[in-house]
RNA sequence: GGCGACCUGGCGAAGUGGGAACGCAUCGGUCUGCAAAACCGACAUGAACCGGUUCGACUCCGGUGGUCGCCUCCA
């Protein structure tokens, strides 16, 4: 079986195919850039970062696209509030985009290009769309002519004619049009040069340019948030098929939104928690494990209760990894036949539901599976070594899919400070005085170093508090 | 007003026309000086509500109620 996404296009689930040259291309709709982006803008970078993930892992060739709009009106209403060039805020805001995003420990996209680096493909774009009159100037402005695009509609399922309170604008022939270059306006300090004078690219144009020269025409995936069906994602089908007639992406896939109190997490009502924030606080596992723990076409709420469930679910994954590096230090020299059988049956679970349509939870659920089944063996006795390197391996590649390998660093007790060890030392006499109070204020005092205590038949175990 | 989605245990969250995963929380037990971790056990005779189809529905269809999203910048 190969992975199958749900398309928004066809309502079905579709299987994912390599494009022409043998490359699964996947391009993702990135942000504006005229602040930090918050937990939100997140999840779809984190979804498709995974999905490649995933498809590499899985033995295909996988090319990430997700642009930057570095262009954009809020970036000239920002960088205008904040008294300096908009070049200036969208450039700090990019190189802040990529240090949050960073901090996730997903890697890079494969290509992440910037709106003022496609200038002549945007252009020469909207030239095409000029020349094949599905695109009209007016004014300093040039716009695409809606009704002259007989597919408009199909992606969001919206019958132009149903459409109302459509921005008229002064210089459209129809309100259903959009702009595709806009012309230079006061107060706006940067520009480029147009064959329609100076200005700069409509929203839409640019996923379209970007898309077609990173990935070409066809390509497997487009994704990004739900929100981007109308008009964005419709808009770029539209620009891109219309001008090549020509297939654009053959699956649609979006992701659903965050929610906070019952209502979409977005900057324009404000209830936002920076996604540099959130890392700092919990740590890049704890949010990863958050966002894999549901599935992405689900709306999901945001609270320190969801993340706290997040965090206690990945100390469960990492106090297993660290029982299996505590029995290989120490092995047996059996083989546990349930333990091999729940191995096996744990990468069938894990596919199976990652193939149908990208089910993390399903997938995290086939961990814990393994989890309590490497437990519950430890439990029985002590597995031969080649059989716990086998498991170890295991989880460690279930995880790694995921982009939580990070969860089998269990962080051993070698970097303990010596005044904790000290602290260790000195509880160990009081246990063996008895002096239980006085041991267990010192176990308070250790924990807070940052260590927690766990006695065991082979003397206490110290472990970083993460 | 138009279009669409969703409604599963205390909180989250999957899958499925015929045994309701998984995580967290809670309760009891094992272990421990006590904890922690781990293990064992308990925890929705029922899936918003009402009808229908079916031998059989949480799962399909229809209706009611509720929640939310898009239609304008938005991941």
């Not at 805001?93 to 996730?104: A, E, F, K, M, V």
């Not at 107060?187 to 340019?209: T, Y």
């Not at 439990?379 to 939580?404: F, I, K, N």
Request: charged content about 30%; glycine content about 8%; proline content about 5%.
């Amino acid at each position: 079986m190969t992975l199958r996404l749900h398309s928004t296009l066809t309502g079905q689930a579709e299987p994912v195919q390599p494009d022409a040259d043998g490359v699964i291309g996947i391009y993702a709709c990135g942000p504006t850039v005229y602040s930090r982006i918050h937990i939100g803008n997140a999840r779809p970078f984190v979804v498709f970062s995974v999905l490649k993930r995933y498809l590499e892992r899985r033995g295909h060739r996988a090319r990430l696209v997700i642009n930057v709009t570095d262009v954009n009106d809020k970036i000239y209403d920002a960088a205008r509030a904040e008294g300096i060039p908009s070049t200036d805020l969208a450039e700090r805001c990019t190189r802040q985009y990529i240090d949050d995003t960073d901090l996730l420990g997903l890697g890079r996209p494969d290509a992440e290009p910037l709106v003022t680096g496609c200038m002549d493909d945007i252009i020469a774009l909207i030239a095409d769309l000029v020349e094949r009159d599905l695109a009209y100037a007016a004014g300093g402005d040039v716009y695409f002519r809606v009704r002259a695009f007989p597919g408009y509609g199909r992606l969001s399922r919206r019958d132009p004619d149903d459409m109302v309170d459509t921005d008229p604008g002064d210089l459209k022939e129809d309100p259903l049009d959009f702009a595709l270059w806009k012309g230079v306006k006061e107060g706006e300090d940067v520009s480029w040069e147009s064959p329609w004078g100076p200005g700069r690219p409509g929203w839409h144009i640019e996923c379209s340019a970007m898309a077609e020269r990173e990935l070409g025409m066809g390509f497997s995936v487009h994704g990004g948030g739900i929100d981007l069906v109308f008009p964005h994602h419709e808009n770029e089908i539209a620009q891109s098929e219309g001008a090549h007639d020509a297939p654009f992406a053959r699956i649609w896939m979006h992701n659903e939104m965050l929610e906070l109190s019952d209502s979409k997490m977005s900057k324009s009502i404000g209830n936002i928690a920076l996604l540099a924030d959130v890392v700092q606080r919990w740590g890049a596992d704890v949010v990863i494990a958050y966002f894999m723990q549901s599935h992405y076409r689900s709306r999901l709420p945001f609270s320190d209760e969801r993340l706290q469930d997040a965090e206690a679910a990945c100390r469960r994954i990492r106090n297993a990894a660290r029982a299996l590096d505590k029995a290989l230090m120490d092995p047996g020299d059996s083989v546990d036949a349930a333990l091999a059988a729940a191995v096996v049956q744990a990468r069938t679970r894990f596919v199976d539901s990652m193939d149908d349509d990208f089910g993390t939870p399903g997938a995290m659920a086939a961990i814990f599976e393994l989890v309590r089944a490497i437990n519950q063996s430890l439990e029985r006795g002590r597995p031969a070594e080649g059989q716990l390197q086998e498991v170890r391996l295991e989880l460690s590649a279930l995880l790694d899919m995921l982009g939580l390998a990070r969860l089998m660093d269990a962080g051993a007790d070698d970097a303990v400070p010596d005044e904790v060890l000290d602290l260790v030392r000195r509880r160990e006499q009081a246990r063996a005085d008895r002096d239980f109070a006085g041991a267990d204020a010192l176990r308070d005092a250790i924990l807070a170093q940052g260590y927690e205590l766990r006695d065991g038949p082979d003397g206490p175990e110290v472990i970083p508090t993460p």
